[in-house]
């Protein structure tokens, strides 16, 4: 069952992309599902004793594919900057990359993932959550309800943000290789 929850994220961010074309208030209604669904998989699948390595990665791949939809077809109609998908994306590939076993990693210019929640884990976990704020936000300027202005140039600051995980992964690589080269 929760899987099935990051399943429809995968659904929900190439509709959410349709919807801007169609109504001004349903991506703001599919944002709010798309939100909900991620707040819930995880607890759910933990409570259910479902938890397992391959429902983190589709509940990452859902988050992904859904927020990096919904901020580019934000982007398309001028709500948040095309930095902000952009560098969710870029964020999301070094995810992927720092996620890798670490005898693979090792040769990359980031550091692996460690086991514990570090830094740049809980860099990433904020920005997951800025990230659909700004998508939810976005949504209620284009139905309307709120004045989005601002909104353009937060997402500057988003993106920032997202980048922040990148950057701390590559400083501690950067840190592991020093370490590397003087035991050498």
Same mark, same amino acid.
């Given at each position: 069952?929760p899987?099935?929850?990051s399943?429809?994220r ?8 349709l919807?801007l074309?169609v109504?001004?208030?349903l991506p703001? @209604? ?7 669904s ?6 759910l699948a ?13 509940d990452?791949?859902g988050?992904g594919?859904f ?9 398309s109609?001028?709500?948040? @900057?095309?930095?902000l ?5 870029? @964020?999301?590939?070094g995810?992927a990359? @720092?996620?890798?076993?670490t005898?693979v990693?090792?040769a ?11 830094p740049?884990?809980?860099?990433g976990h ?11 936000a976005?949504?209620a300027?284009i ?10 140039p ?6 920032v943000?997202n ?22």
């Amino acid at each position: 069952m929760p899987w099935s929850l990051s399943l429809l994220r995968l659904l929900l961010g190439p509709i959410f992309v349709l919807a801007l074309e169609v109504s001004a208030s349903l991506p703001f @209604a599919i944002a709010v599902a798309a939100a909900a669904s991620d707040f819930v998989d995880g607890r759910l699948a933990r409570r259910l004793g479902t938890a397992s390595r391959a429902g983190a990665f589709l509940d990452v791949l859902g988050d992904g594919v859904f927020v990096v939809s919904a901020l580019a077809g934000l982007a398309s109609v001028r709500v948040v @900057a095309w930095l902000l998908p952009a560098a969710v994306a870029l @964020a999301l590939g070094g995810l992927a990359v @720092a996620s890798l076993p670490t005898r693979v990693a090792v040769a990359l210019p980031v550091a692996p993932r460690p086991s514990g929640r570090g830094p740049a884990d809980r860099a990433g976990h904020a920005a997951g959550i800025v990230n659909y704020g700004a998508v939810l936000a976005g949504s209620a300027a284009i139905a309307g309800w709120i004045d989005g202005d601002w909104i353009l140039p937060a997402s500057v600051a988003v993106a920032v943000l997202n980048l922040s995980p990148l950057a701390l992964r590559l400083v501690a690589g950067a840190k592991r290789d020093r370490e590397l080269d003087s035991r050498a």
